[in-house]
């Protein structure tokens, strides 16, 4: 097979004043929202902060790309920005415009070579998804099996670094609004992991990674790669097919089915978390879809992160320290996370967090979810904790902790809506009873090598 490269120049030229267009309405978006939030801190000047996030979802909406993806990391990262902006942010669609025929197979020849579609039976010109970094394309092999190809748009690695830069911005004008939340780790653990993500070479070996650690599960499924037809930029693996989640909640009213899918989603997320520790970092609803058994497909590998043991092992003593009270565990615990002398006043204010968070766990029972924490109490809690990490000087979280928390509060929120009742302390303590953190550290090393990944 050609494998022969040509410039992607020609590919990307066009991209030009589009990406200054597109940066300019960056800028004054930002530029905006940094204007509007001095105003009201330091002349009393009144903002109208709901409106005006509407104006900045409209902006970075019309631009979609990686600072998108950003915007809807940071709509689940507790008090990362002003709740306003938050709750506009959150409602942001990974939906690209997606890039047109002549493009397609200006990028498909510059990654498989001029012959590239003697590699497949069949190739759809439409794209059948577009994200914020590439689009989707079924296919047809050379044998008939059903393929689906991952295609990058050009010139994104400049594009991300470029939305990283902003970010960074963004991040230093809240932090002189606000200084509750320290954000360098944020901003430093968002960009290992967007620029990660440009590596489909780097995804290929995480959907293997996730192929060894849930290959017992037969109720998840995910596709297998097709390594000879993808490359850094091109991610070419099996077709899955299922229905959206929230279609399936709409469409279905037997709550067994409904909690069977809750507890495949717990697994999907938690067996790499607590046995490998790993954690799928993007519970974003378009990265998976649901069969009609609530079977789930799990897709887009991206954006994975990989702990250290003793952080699994400081996630399980959290729980612990709460459940018995035990205020020494907990202060370790926390410095496991990576929070640096934490004092007693930071210990109690970040337990705050950790009993919502924890809540569905600590009690050996089935809860309805009439009986669990609602999404308004979330924003109430995260609100309070705000107010009084304020009062102490604010806190710098650690960048474990950032994907982390987005995984349980992405996951909560799904389980919100299916309205799932299931004794939740049961099936957690089934998955940590013979925990050890130097068995998980075996595991992890054997698991990360067969996957082709790096081991530090």
């Not at 490269?5 to 030229?13: F, M, R, T, V």
């Not at 990028?107 to 590439?134: C, I, P, Q, V």
């Not at 013979?434 to 990944?453: P, R, T, V, W």
């Amino acid at each position: 097979m050609s494998r022969k490269k040509i410039s992607n120049d020609k590919i990307s030229s066009s991209f030009t004043g589009g990406k200054l267009r597109r940066y300019a309405k960056v800028t004054t978006a930002m530029g905006g929202l940094a204007a509007k939030l001095a105003g009201e801190k330091y002349l009393g000047i009144k903002v109208d902060r709901e409106n005006h996030a509407k104006q900045l979802r409209d902006a970075l909406g019309g631009i979609k790309g990686p600072l998108m993806k950003v915007a809807q990391i940071l709509s689940t990262i507790p008090d990362a920005v002003p709740q306003e902006y938050a709750n506009e942010l959150a409602h942001l669609q990974a939906d690209a415009p997606s890039m047109g025929w002549l493009f397609v197979k200006r990028r498909m020849r510059a990654e498989l070579g001029d012959n590239w579609e003697d590699n497949f039976k069949s190739f759809d010109k439409t794209a059948s998804a577009a994200a914020s970094l590439g689009q989707v394309h079924f296919a047809e092999g050379l044998n008939n099996t059903k393929l689906a190809c991952k295609l990058q748009y050009p010139d994104m690695s400049s594009a991300v670094q470029a939305d990283l830069n902003q970010l960074k911005l963004i991040f230093s004008l809240y932090e002189k609004y606000d200084s509750a939340i320290s954000t360098k780790s944020i901003h430093e653990e968002l960009s290992e992991r967007l620029l990660e993500e440009l590596d489909y070479g780097h995804e290929l070996k995480n959907l293997n990674l996730y192929r060894s650690m849930l290959s017992k599960y037969k109720e998840i499924i995910l596709p297998e790669p097709v390594k000879e037809l993808s490359t850094s930029r091109l991610l070419t693996m099996t077709k899955t097919s299922g229905t959206k989640v929230m279609d399936f909640i709409k469409n279905t009213e037997d709550k067994k089915l409904k909690n069977k899918l809750a507890l495949n989603m717990f697994k999907a997320w938690y067996v790499p978390f607590y046995e490998y520790g790993v954690i799928h970092g993007d519970p974003h609803l378009g990265n998976y879809t649901i069969m009609n058994n609530a079977n789930l497909n799990l897709l887009d590998f991206g954006c994975i992160r990989i702990f250290k043991p003793k952080f699994v092992t400081g996630v399980i003593d959290l729980y612990s320290a709460l459940k018995n009270n035990d205020t020494d565990l907990a202060v370790s615990a926390y410095e496991s996370w990576g929070f640096e002398n934490p004092t007693k006043e930071l210990i109690d204010i970040l337990n705050i967090w950790a009993r919502f968070v924890y809540e569905p766990l600590l009690q050996d029972k089935v809860k309805p979810i009439s009986e669990m924490p609602t999404g308004q109490y979330g924003r109430k809690t995260a609100e309070k904790v705000h107010q009084e990490l304020k009062k102490i000087g604010g806190v710098k979280p650690p960048r474990e902790f950032v994907l982390m928390d987005r995984a349980a509060v992405g996951l909560g929120s799904v389980f919100m809506h299916l309205k799932a009742e299931i004794n939740w302390y049961r099936v957690f303590h089934e998955l940590i009873e013979n925990y050890d953190e130097d068995q998980l550290s075996k595991k992890q090393n054997n698991a990360l090598a067969q996957a082709g990944h790096t081991i530090n």
